[in-house]
């Protein structure tokens, strides 16, 4: 079975420029998650769907962050503009359900980004 | 409030011996699920264990087991004849029933020593 996909896995952008990381979660998971991974930082959860529903979008670090999942099968998390500071690893992960095994969350390989 | 603390920054551990990995985790909710991941140096994070918090008996994948102790509050990974691909970062997190999002602990680092 495929994994979670991510693309780009790498991104190097200036500083000021709009980007997008794309996310295709396990097919039959209704559960989407979109987390930062930064060495000060840690993994931090950003935002969350339910049957393509955002649920919780309380880690977004602020506006110039937004997430869209238009269907069962994508999900973007668009940055505009950029700052060298959102440098950092973007994990997907998806699930199969919310609770017991079925909530194991399953990642994908993340994006680099770099902003320059 | 910190839910899941991992005391140990790294760790260091002979082939072929076991290692346990701490973490004790804080909440109220009587229902929860706990989580271990791996994250070699390449990067990926690779589901290993999972304990629900019901569970009667303690969780076991191959080399990997959860020693739970509830009323201690902690969830320690054990990886028995540790072997050199073993060397990774290592990450418990929580889930509570309240929510479907999880709570990552700061990870342990894993050094295998052959």
């Known amino acids: 079975d495929a994994g979670v996909i991510q693309s780009p896995r790498h991104e190097v952008t200036e500083m000021g420029q709009e980007v997008t990381l794309r996310c295709k979660p396990i097919?039959?998971?209704?559960?989407l998650f979109w987390y930062r991974q930064t060495m000060m930082r840690g993994l931090e959860l950003l935002i969350y769907f339910n049957n393509n529903v955002p649920i919780d979008d309380s880690g977004m670090p602020e506006d110039r962050f937004s997430a869209k999942m238009p269907n069962a099968s994508f999900s973007t998390l668009k940055i505009q503009p950029s700052e060298p500071r959102d440098s950092a690893v973007y994990f997907c992960a998806s699930s199969h359900g919310t609770s017991g095994t079925q909530s194991t969350q399953y990642f994908g390989p993340g994006t680099r980004l770099t902003v320059l | 409030a910190q839910k899941i603390t991992q005391t140990q920054p790294g760790m260091f551990v002979q082939e072929k011996e076991a290692v346990t990995l701490d973490c004790t985790y804080d909440t109220s909710d009587p229902s929860y699920g706990l989580f271990w991941y791996k994250q070699p140096s390449s990067g990926e994070m690779i589901f290993l264990i999972y304990q629900g918090s019901y569970d009667q008996q303690n969780a076991t994948e191959g080399r990997y087991s959860l020693n739970f102790q509830k009323a201690r509050k902690s969830a320690n990974l054990v990886i028995s004849a540790s072997q050199l691909g073993d060397s990774a970062m290592y990450f418990c997190?929580?889930?509570?029933?309240?929510?479907?999002?999880?709570?990552f602990g700061t990870g342990t680092s894993l050094t295998v020593i052959p």
């Open positions: 097919s039959g998971h209704n559960s």
């Open positions: 997190a929580m889930r509570l029933n309240t929510g479907n999002q999880f709570y």
